[in-house]
T-cell receptor, first 114, second 110 residues
Framework: EAGVAQSPRYKIIEKRQSVAFWCNPI?????LYWYQQILGQGPKLLIQ????????DSQLPKDRFSAERLKGVDSTLKIQPAKLEDSAVYLC????????????FGPGTRLTVT | TQLLEQSPQFLSIQEGENLTVYCNSS?????LQWYRQEPGEGPVLLVTVVTGGEVKKLKRLTFQFGDARKDSSLHITAAQPGDTGLYLCAGGVNTDKLIFGTGTRLQVFP
């Protein structure tokens, strides 16, 4: 069974530029999550989708971050414009049941904003 | 705001030593999961505990959920270099979502 795929794996941009990350969840998983993980810390949930609807985006900085999940499968997370403090690993995860069930994570995208 | 504090934040030990990582909160969780994350990878689930007082063993790893479902511990016996990584606890909130802990970075030297 293929795991959660993410791209790119690494991205370096200058502040005020824009960037987009892509995620392909495990086939059949209805729930998709985007997390931000600062180096050495636990992941912080940015947004949770159930199929193509948003379940929770309370911690998403909506003035600069946006996410969509068209057709309830792949998802993209965009940052525009980026700030220095956005430097982090962006993890995508998916789960079959959603809620507090097991989540399967992708390898993440390491973003460096200079 | 529900928070999960892990201690210690960092742990550096020699191969063969035992260690315990703690995960504490003032909130009650419906379940508690432990993940391990290796450099350059996403977290991988180790175990889920759902009942207060529950103890689960996975080879050299022993997980315990507190009686009040507010805390948990992970004990590793005879640590090996392959145990190196970031250990994360995650609490289930009303079966709706997970809240991740602050993380414990473990380094096991041969």
């Amino acid at each position: 069974e293929a795991g959660v795929a993410q791209s790119p794996r690494y991205k370096i941009i200058e502040k005020r530029q824009s960037v987009a990350f892509w995620c392909n969840p495990i086939s059949g998983h209805a729930t998709l999550y985007w997390y931000q993980q600062i180096l050495g810390q636990g992941p912080k949930l940015l947004i949770q989708f159930q199929n193509n609807g948003v379940v929770d985006d309370s911690q998403l900085p909506k003035d600069r971050f946006s996410a969509e999940r068209l057709k309830g499968v792949d998802s993209t997370l965009k940052i525009q414009p980026a700030k220095l403090e956005d430097s982090a690993v962006y993890l995508c995860a998916s789960s079959f049941h959603g809620g507090a069930g097991e989540q399967y994570f992708g390898p993440g995208t390491r973003l460096t904003v200079t | 705001t529900q928070l999960l504090e892990q201690s210690p934040q960092f742990l550096s030990i020699q191969e063969g030593e035992n260690l315990t990582v703690y995960c504490n909160s003032s909130s009650v969780f419906s379940s508690l999961q432990w993940y391990r994350q290796e450099p350059g990878e996403g977290p991988v689930l180790l175990v889920t505990v759902v009942t207060g007082g529950e103890v689960k063993k996975l080879k050299r790893l022993t997980f315990q959920f507190g009686d009040a479902r507010k805390d948990s511990s992970l004990h590793i016996t005879a640590a090996q270099p392959g145990d190196t990584g970031l250990y994360l606890c995650a609490g289930g909130v009303n079966t709706d979502k997970l809240i991740f802990g602050t993380g414990t970075r473990l380094q096991v030297f041969p």
